[in-house]
């Protein structure tokens, strides 16, 4: 499945569910797994998890796009397009979109790598979720000698 079979996908179900066209972009986001998909308000673009898709299979992510349609229409309507107001609840339930969507085996956070261990002899690189004393490791190429750095870190959300 491509972006663009995603976004054909999405503008069959806007005009058979809601009767209007769908006009902006839809497209898979390989890294989103705290949530099945998104609407932005900005850009009008709608975002389904891949991982959703892979693990759920198409009857769930119909789902989810039918409930971002829902946020979708109702934004551009300036009509209550949040989760908590009464148009929404009313939509989604009469379109059939999810509530809430499934959360993932694999949406526990995964710890970041913090620390590389670098091999003062041949420059192996290991990297490590948690701080160590680099004194009582050595080398697993070499046997040489390691120091420890910090990595910075690159939070994605
Ligand atoms: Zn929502
Ligand atoms: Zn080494």
Not at 21 to 36: C, D, I
Not at 52 to 76: M, N, P, S, T, W
Not at 77 to 105: E, I, M, N, W
Not at 120 to 138: G, I, M, Q, V
Request: charged residues 30%; proline residues 3%; positive net charge.
């Amino acid at each position: 499945m491509e972006d663009q079979q995603l976004q054909q996908w999405v503008e069959r179900i806007s005009l058979a569910s809601f009767g209007r066209p769908f006009v902006h972009k839809a497209r898979f986001n390989r890294r989103l797994t705290s949530t099945g998909g998104r609407y932005f308000t900005k850009s009008h673009d709608i975002e389904i998890s891949w991982q959703q898709y892979v693990q759920f299979g198409a009857d769930d992510v119909e789902k989810i796009i039918k409930h971002e349609l829902c946020h979708y229409h109702l934004h551009l309507a300036k009509r209550g397009y949040q989760h908590r107001d009464a148009d929404f609840k009313a939509l989604l339930q009469r379109v059939g979109g999810t509530r809430f969507c499934k959360s993932l085996p694999t949406a526990k956070r995964r710890e970041p790598y913090r620390y590389k261990l670098v091999c003062t002899s041949c420059n192996t690189e290991y990297l490590r979720k948690r701080k160590l004393d680099p004194r009582k490791y050595a080398c697993g190429n070499c046997r040489g000698k390691l120091k420890l750095l910090k990595l910075d870190l690159q939070q994605h959300s």
